[in-house]
């Protein structure tokens, strides 16, 4: 299924995503902080706020968020927790950049949605000389319930054809990537933070969360049952619960000085 029917899947269920999507760790917004210089009150772009979980923390700092959002759904419930918040409903690659100029764009777990002809050269547009890209990813990887992953494979091989077959890689595995941002010529040096840690689920909040995973929305209502049944059934068999360990990887780079071609 292409990027673009998945990356709308998200607000099919907004208030579903917004319960059970995690946030993201306190450390990350101050790496941002000090990479930002400990600005007093950053002019910030969120790329893709959704309901809001990356977007809170930096609002309860008092920076100023201005968000682009393409589901009209996530970015409803955006507003309602968030009356400070201004956000615009549009997808980033066609939305006519303001006038101003921000300190920092941030996009967390979204910027791979966006068409990458246009994600890194638009985000430099939007921010002014010296101001920082920042991208959040977020990696499933090795630990927790280390058994369970491996195990309930089965379920995605007889259900879906998503099936991980070489398993969840230790952080230290996945790679740091920064071709994308070195090879458009409009940032300095790539900066890698990264934030290790883990969240237990019941069964039942273990299945609200994969239903807000844009790959099990888009299966058949057969096929989703059966993973579903096959997935609870394994988590009842460790007991009712299980441990999933995360990676929050945090990207970043300045605009270089020089004005940039459109300027």
């Known amino acids: 299924m292409s990027r673009e029917r998945l990356r709308k ?41 959704g309901t809001g979980q990356a977007t809170a923390p930096m609002i309860k700092r008092g920076w100023s968020v201005k968000a682009v959002e393409l589901s009209p759904e996530l970015g409803r419930v955006a507003r309602q927790k968030l009356p400070e918040l201004e956000v615009i409903i549009a997808d980033f690659e066609n939305w006519p950049l303001p006038a101003e100029r921000f300190d920092l764009v941030v996009s967390a777990t979204a910027f791979h949605w966006i068409d990458p002809e246009v994600r890194v050269p638009k985000s430099a547009d939007a921010l002014r000389p010296g101001g920082l890209l920042a991208i959040v990813s977020t990696h499933h990887i090795a630990g927790g319930s280390a058994q369970y992953w491996l195990d309930v494979q089965d379920c995605y091989r007889r259900f879906t054809d998503d099936a991980d077959e070489v398993g969840l890689r230790p952080a230290d595995a996945i790679p740091k ?87």
């Open 9 to 49: 899947t998200f607000g099919e269920d907004a208030e579903l995503y917004d319960r059970v999507r995690p946030t993201y760790p306190p450390r990350l917004y101050d790496d941002l902080s000090e990479l930002l210089g400990n600005p007093r009150r950053p002019r910030v772009l969120e790329i893709g706020c």
């Open 177 to 263: 990537d920064s071709a994308e941002i070195d090879e458009s010529g409009l940032f300095g040096p790539v900066i890698f933070r990264r934030y290790e840690w883990e969240q237990t689920y019941t069964t039942s909040e273990y299945l609200d969360l994969i239903s807000s995973y844009s790959g099990h929305r888009a299966l058949t209502t057969e096929a989703r049952d059966g993973l579903y049944d096959c997935i609870g059934a394994r988590i009842e068999a460790e007991g009712g619960a299980i441990t999933k360990r995360y990676l929050t990887e945090l990207t970043a780079a300045n605009r270089l000085n020089q004005p940039l071609a459109s300027e």
